[in-house]
C-alpha cells in the first residue's frame, strides 16, 4: 500500500556530512509524520529526526544543530542533512511514515511504514 524508497547514506569520516533522502509512494490520503530512525549494534531503535502535520519537526537530542530535516509535502519526500558526523552516529537509518491511506475506515489512525535501511557509517 505505501512504499518509501530510501536513497544516500554510506561512509565518512567524522566531522564530515551526508544527506539521506526518503520518497513515499502508494495509496497516500495524507502523512501525519515522515522522518528517519537509526538502530546501532546492539542498540533500540531511535528516533533521529521528524516532520510532523507538515511542518512541525522533532529532533534526538544527540543530534540537534547538527541534523536538519525538511520535506515536500507536495512530492511526499523527505531528506535529512547529516552534518559534523560523529563515530556515534553510525547506524543502519530507517525511513518511516504514518500515513492515512485512502481507503482506510474513518476513525482508524495513521498505519507505519518502514523503509529498508541505509547504512552510515562514520569511521577515519
Known amino acids: 500500500q505505501v512504499q518509501l524508497v530510501e536513497s544516500g547514506g554510506g561512509l565518512v569520516q567524522p566531522g564530515g556530512s551526508l544527506r539521506l533522502s526518503c520518497a513515499a509512494s502508494?495509496?497516500?490520503?495524507?502523512?501525519?509524520?515522515l522522518g528517519w530512525y537509526r538502530q546501532a549494534p546492539g542498540k533500540a531503535r531511535e528516533l533521529v529526526a521528524a516532520?510532523?502535520?507538515?511542518?512541525?519537526?522533532d529532533y534526538a537530542d544527540s543530534v540537534k544543530g547538527r541534523f536538519f530535516i525538511s520535506s515536500d509535502n507536495a512530492k511526499n519526500t523527505v531528506d535529512l542533512r547529516m552534518n559534523s558526523l560523529k563515530p556515534e552516529d553510525t547506524a543502519v537509518y530507517y525511513c518511516?511514515?504514518?500515513?492515512?491511506?485512502?481507503?482506510?475506515?474513518?476513525?482508524?489512525?495513521?498505519?507505519?511504514?518502514w523503509g529498508q535501511g541505509t547504512q552510515v557509517t562514520v569511521s577515519s
Open positions: 502508494g495509496t497516500i490520503f495524507t502523512i501525519k509524520s
Open positions: 518511516h511514515a504514518d500515513v492515512y491511506l485512502k481507503d482506510q475506515k474513518l476513525g482508524d489512525g495513521p498505519r507505519r511504514y
Open positions: 516532520v510532523t502535520n507538515g511542518d512541525g519537526t
